[in-house]
């Protein structure tokens, strides 16, 4: 399973876009880069999958270069519902569907 | 999206007693679901992955008889702490995977166990 890092904690206020980047220098090909959102005492929930290039839902954006050895994902105007910790994963059809969590980035939206 | 529906949400029992978790997929098989314990203020770790109609398998340092897991239908997977002790209350969670090339996995809500 390919290692990921990305930042500890990160600070934002309302309305403000965020952006979290994830690092991947491991990535393989048959690899997807996936996001996921955990809030206190629940389980994690999926944000956003891409490959390459740009994806983009109702929910925030995923960046990913030509290289593939990181991602970032987008969160425009948060609110103070944004906050939470997110995480990044990489894996696929090959790896089992095992998900290796790393520390995730608790990102903290302030008034 | 898929569901993934996990129960009890919060259990506290006495040292000694067995609890039994279960997760199940509401609107998809799932072949494989995988356990994962997350203690406060940290990240999730796998447990082990839930095989229907064959053994679990754990991770390191996982142990399989305190953890028993049986994944008896395409969409049920139940976890049993087995003599449970202060030590083992965490947050529980479970996970599904629909299928196909990507690695797009649903979440149960997770279980609070507490042990006295």
């Known amino acids: 399973l390919a290692k990921t890092t990305q930042p500890i904690s990160m600070d934002s206020y309302e309305g403000q876009e965020v952006n979290i980047t994830c690092s991947h220098n491991?990535?393989?090909?048959?690899?997807?880069i996936t996001w996921y959102q955990q809030f206190p005492s629940q389980g994690p929930r999926f944000i956003i999958q891409?490959?390459?290039t740009k994806v983009t839902n109702e929910v925030a954006s995923l960046f990913i270069p030509a290289d593939r050895k990181s991602s970032t994902l987008s969160l425009p105007r948060v609110s103070l519902s944004d906050t939470a910790v997110y995480y990044c994963?990489?894996?696929?059809?090959?790896?089992?569907?095992?998900?290796?969590f790393g520390a995730g980035t608790t990102v903290t939206v302030r008034a | 999206g898929a569901v993934v529906s996990q129960h009890p949400s919060w259990v506290i029992c006495k040292s000694g007693t067995s609890v039994k978790i279960e997760c199940r997929s509401l609107?998809?098989?799932?072949?494989?679901m995988f356990w994962y314990r997350q203690f406060p203020k940290q990240s999730l770790m796998l447990m082990a992955t839930?095989?229907?109609?064959?053994?679990?398998?754990?991770e390191q340092g996982v142990e399989k008889d305190k953890f028993l897991i049986n994944h008896a239908s395409l969409t049920l997977s139940t976890l049993t702490v087995t003599s449970a002790h202060p030590e083992d209350s965490s947050f529980y969670i479970c996970?599904?995977?629909?299928?196909?090339?990507?690695?797009?996995?649903?979440f149960g809500a997770g279980t609070r166990l507490s042990v006295l």
């Open positions: 996970s599904a995977p629909p299928g196909g090339a990507k690695n797009i996995q649903y």
């Open positions: 491991n990535i393989a090909t048959n690899d997807y």
């Open positions: 891409g490959y390459k």
């Open positions: 994963l990489v894996g696929g059809l090959l790896s089992d569907y095992k998900l290796s």
């Open positions: 609107d998809f098989q799932a072949t494989t």
């Open positions: 839930s095989n229907e109609g064959s053994k679990a398998t754990y």
